[in-house]
């Protein structure tokens, strides 16, 4: 039983690159999400889905991008990579949101911008 | 907005000893709680939770009580392990926003 993957576990970028943080999932859950973080600012949301098709920002989202086009992925993209992304990224996905069920998440993906 | 303020660490600890780690939160309604676990490499998982006030969520000897008047979420454990040594965050849920929010993390340190 997989769970949540990301892939890769450690990347790093030069300034202005580009690159595509993988997340999939193989437990059919509608809603998934990515977040930073950070010493001392906990996890902060980056962007979040509740389904295929469909997705929305979280409280950090300049600088990334999203799309959701099936169940199991959703791909967070870095499209001019700046130093202020170096951050340890963490994708999770769960049943519904999270009012009463339990969020999994990827082992996540230690970034590093230079 | 909605937000969750969590003590600051690290809190360093000897075995057995008995551990609160503090959790307050401010929300427009009546969010759901949660406390995650991360242990060094690798991602969070859940601890415990609680849906509604006075609600009790318990997991492996950690307990928490949902404080609707205190708006608190306080964590306690009455004997703390080496192996509880991570950075626990406290977080809620609010359907109206449709997010799950975060603390920015308590680290435990428990030595033998």
């Known amino acids: 039983n997989a769970g949540v993957t990301q892939t890769p576990k450690f990347q790093v970028l030069k300034t202005g690159q580009s690159m595509t943080l993988q997340c999939a999932q193989d437990?059919?859950?509608?809603?998934m999400s990515w977040y930073r973080q950070d010493p001392g600012m906990g996890l902060r949301l980056i962007h979040y889905?509740?389904?295929?098709?469909?997705?929305d920002q979280g409280e950090v989202p300049n600088g990334y991008n999203v799309s959701r086009s099936t169940t199991e992925d959703f791909p967070l993209r870095l499209l001019s990579a700046a130093p202020s992304q170096t951050s340890v990224y963490f994708c999770?996905?769960?049943?519904?949101?999270?009012?009463?069920?339990?969020?999994?998440f990827g082992q996540g993906t230690r970034l590093t911008v230079v | 907005g909605n937000s969750v303020t969590q003590m600051e660490g690290p809190v360093t600890l000897s075995e057995e000893a008995f551990l609160t780690i503090n959790c307050t939160y401010t929300a427009t309604g009546y969010p759901s709680l949660f406390w995650y676990v991360q242990y060094p490499g690798e991602g969070l998982q859940l601890l415990l939770k609680a849906t509604k006030a006075d609600d009790k969520g318990s997991n492996k000897g950690f307990e928490a009580t949902y404080r609707k008047e205190t708006t608190s979420f306080h964590l306690e454990k009455g004997s703390v392990q080496v192996s509880d040594s991570a950075v626990y965050f406290c977080?809620?849920?609010?359907?109206?926003?449709?997010?799950?929010?975060f603390g920015s993390g308590t680290r435990l340190l428990v030595r033998p």
């Open positions: 437990m059919n859950h509608e809603y």
């Open positions: 977080a809620l849920w609010m359907d109206s926003s449709y997010k799950l929010i």
């Open positions: 999770a996905s769960s049943v519904q949101g999270g009012s009463t069920t339990e969020a999994f």
């Open positions: 889905s509740v389904g295929a098709g469909i997705t």
